[in-house]
């Protein structure tokens, strides 16, 4: 989902907050849906299965469909697909615990005073029991055969499906950075990787966050609330700066700077080093060092493509699909994170979610191609209410900014004088007519 999408098979990061959803990263509305995480060992009951760890050999079940991943995309679709009347098996895999949790939490639980367990709401047992479904958690899918229909499992087992659904998610992009503690930079991109920097805020000192886009911008907000001291570092001149303009990302930077945060613009973390007293030293490309306590990487995701490139399938920064969902290979399909459509990733809820239904559909007997309207982003950053649809890849045009101070409306207008795109901040981002503006 960067804000970032950030729905896969095993852990996952960042996305960013849709306007139509109400959300970021994954959906809030799983959370109305969902039982609240109870304890006890998972267990199987008529309606669903859960297992712990897969077994060896070959799936005794009939095929049916096959979902690589309990993210929102993969949990989203198994839902849509019952919603959707579809009766057969459905088998999810899960690398992880298949915790069914609110991703979009994860950047503005801190301030809340939320824990990683607070967050979680459903275990695995219980999603299968509303899916109707078998999810297979501590499970890594390794291999792909779409001659064969089938997926075998790093614990031997193998799985026939008649369909299957790559709802692989994406990774964090590690920098190259150089240093005895870079290999101790964090990142958040599943309730386990929340867990591990809350347990690292434990210790005193400020938080440098590398990257000052929509993830590394919420983040920012939430640990400045919480009362931390925190530094934001980022190669561009202005925060979002592949989203918003200059005056509008100045803004950002201004409110937030007003809440605690330290900027350190147009300069990169050339180097990390630990040094006595559990801190780290973070060295800037210009020459200025940063001391910190804990450091978060917040610089975008990569789509996980490697075992679809494995089986054969086409891919370039995601996986390929046309439509329909389906990759290269019949009766493979891909979404969410993992997924390029049209020549873009799109790492947000409401595109996800759009993609579930239709997949869904789909998959249920009635092809239905997947349409993305115009979907507005909500930045959460209580500092500076900001709202942003950015324009599509490769357009070409400007944008036109109206306003004052931190109230300000900008448009992306193409040559034709077409609005093809919008950022709203402050008392702008409040307005409902915006969207209907945008030419898709």
Known sequence: MSNSEPANQGPQKNKSTDLSAGHHLESEAESSSTPHL???????????????????????????????????????????????????????????????????????????????????????????EQLRATVLAHTAAVQLDPVTKTVALASGQVLRFNEAVLAL??????????????????????????????????????????????????????????????????????????LVPQQVGVALQQALADSGVAWHLGQTAARIDRVPGSSFEVHLSGGEVVSAAVVLSAVGLQPRTQLARAAGLAAGRGIHVDALLQTSAEGVY????????????????????????????????????????????????????????????????AWQVQGQGRDLLAWFVDDQGLKRGFAAAGTAAARRDLQAQVVA
């Open 38 to 128: 109870a304890q006890g060992q998972p267990a199987a009951d008529s309606r669903g299965t859960a297992q712990a760890d897969a077994p060896s050999g070959e799936h005794s079940a009939q095929p049916g469909v096959v979902i690589l991943g309990t993210g929102l995309a993969g949990y989203g679709t198994a839902r849509e697909l019952r919603r959707a009347g579809y009766a057969g098996p459905v088998t999810l895999v899960s690398a992880d615990d298949g915790v069914s949790y609110s991703k979009p939490m994860l950047s503005n639980a801190l301030a809340q005073g939320r824990a990683a367990k607070g967050l979680a709401q459903a275990r695995a047992d219980q999603m299968a």
């Open 169 to 242: 998610g994406a990774d964090p992009i590690r920098l190259a950075i150089e240093g005895s503690g870079a290999a101790e930079v964090l990142s958040v991109n599943n309730l386990a990787d929340y867990a591990v920097f809350r347990q690292a805020l434990q210790a005193q000192g400020p938080v440098v966050v590398l990257g000052g886009g929509l993830i590394g911008c919420e983040f920012a907000n939430d640990l400045a609330v919480a009362g931390r001291e925190v530094h934001v570092i980022e190669p561009s001149p202005w925060p979002l700066g592949r």
């Open 334 to 397: 891909a979404l969410g994170d993992c997924a390029e459509i049209q020549g873009s990733v799109r790492p947000y809820v409401q595109p996800l979610l759009v993609s579930a239904r239709a997949l869904a559909k789909t998959l249920a007997g009635q092809p239905t191609p997947v349409v993305f309207a115009v979907m507005p982003v909500v930045v959460k950053t209580p500092a500076l209410a900001l709202v942003v649809a950015p324009p599509g890849p490769g357009l070409v045009g």
